[in-house]
């Protein structure tokens, strides 16, 4: 018999009071947020230029500036650059790419005959989708000793927004440090935004003549800068997406990219519109691929690529590129399967399938203008 204040019966209250759980929920809460305030600053810098961007932004440096006086968020920090290759800030510098001053007609000199014994470097560098090409990229490269593939990516980053991630900085980095001979640039997909200078001031919104000729101007300045060393740049364009709305900034985007690379012979454009079309020759979630296997080609969101269609973008840049230096045939063709636990390819070397479109399904919600 259970006893309460000496007397039997009664009810015995299990437990702990509710104002000792909010106060740990709360603890916990605040532990949280100064254990990852970086996260969080780069979050908020990556928001789209508005009102709420413009309150949160000041409260969470403020955070993140009071974390780093104690160095909570150090763990989190070496935790995150543990477990991937999103790159830092780049340094606050004035952009010095050091191009080259040769006339564009004699702006592609011969290239080196690339050998096992030195292999040629590759560096692939982008954003959310530049990090899946990446992996696939290097992975394919692992069997090949004629490349030396590495890569870099930085979520939410593009051209759009300096004042988030300044990628012309980075890549004067880049080609002072790693010094690539074939350099595979996938950035654009976050760019349908207002278009900011270094300090965050709007310079051009979406939609507009102002905004086609600042991305061009940006395009332009990325491309002459990247052409020194001979370097060769190969530039994948943005695949269609499900959006109609976001589909018309895509378009805009391709058009000032194209246009730039049309004068520029250091430059190779990879469609991966074209990749990854359908029937009608625009958005597909699903591709039948030349060895009959039908594949899911997009992920929820309707923007990025799965892995087999991501594939097809980075077969088709590896073929580019052996094309260019002549070096053979690339390591992983077209639709074969990779085994990204362990970063190589699951099948080895083989003879690469055509570079033309595969045979795709069209997406029944084409031009419904779902956003």
């Avoid at 070496?78 to 702006?107: H, I, M, N, T, Y």
């Avoid at 965050?200 to 507009?208: C, S, Y």
């Avoid at 991501?310 to 053979?328: M, R, Y």
Wanted: with cysteine.
């Amino acid at each position: 018999m259970r006893l309460v204040d000496g007397r039997p019966g009664g009810r015995v209250r299990l437990g702990v009071p509710y104002q000792s759980a909010w106060l740990s929920y709360v603890v916990a809460l605040v532990l949280f947020v100064f254990l990852t305030s970086g996260n969080m600053v780069r979050s908020v810098r990556a928001m789209d230029i508005g009102p709420v961007r413009t309150i949160t932004l000041p409260v969470v440096q403020g955070i993140d500036r009071v974390s780093n006086l104690l160095s909570l968020n150090r763990p989190a920090d070496a935790l995150g650059s543990a477990l991937g290759r999103e790159v830092d800030d780049p340094a606050d510098q004035p952009v010095d790419f050091d191009a080259s001053s040769a006339d564009r007609k004699d702006a592609t000199p011969p290239l080196r005959e690339v050998t096992a014994q030195v292999p040629l470097e590759v560096h692939v560098a982008g954003d959310s989708m530049g990090q899946s090409l990446g992996q696939l990229t290097e992975a394919a490269g692992v069997d090949d000793p004629t490349l030396d593939v590495t890569y870099e990516y930085k979520i939410s980053s593009g051209l759009a927004r300096p004042d988030y991630y300044n990628w012309p900085a980075r890549f004067a980095e880049i080609a002072k440090d790693v010094k690539p001979e074939a350099l595979v640039m996938m950035i654009g997909g976050n760019d349908a935004q207002e278009l900011t200078d270094a300090a965050g001031n709007v310079v051009a919104r979406p939609a507009t003549a102002e905004w086609d000729r600042e991305y061009r101007r940006r395009v332009d300045e990325l491309f002459d800068g990247l052409r020194a060393d001979n370097r060769r740049l190969f530039w994948v364009l943005q695949p269609d997406v499900a959006s109609s709305k976001h589909q018309r900034s895509v378009d805009a985007m391709n058009a000032q990219v194209r246009a730039s690379a049309k004068s520029r012979p250091w430059v190779t454009l990879v469609d991966a519109g074209a990749l990854t079309a359908g029937a009608d020759g625009g958005y597909a979630e699903y591709l039948t691929l030349d060895d009959g296997r039908r594949v899911s080609c997009r992920q929820s969101d309707g923007v990025h690529l799965t892995a087999d269609c991501a594939q097809l973008v980075s077969a088709a840049a590896l073929a580019d590129i052996a094309a260019t230096w002549e070096i053979g045939e690339p390591a992983a063709p077209a639709g074969t399967p990779l085994d990204l636990s362990d970063g190589r390819d699951a099948s080895g070397p083989g003879t690469p399938t055509t570079s033309g479109s595969p045979a795709a399904e069209t997406n029944p919600k084409r031009g419904t203008g779902e956003d």
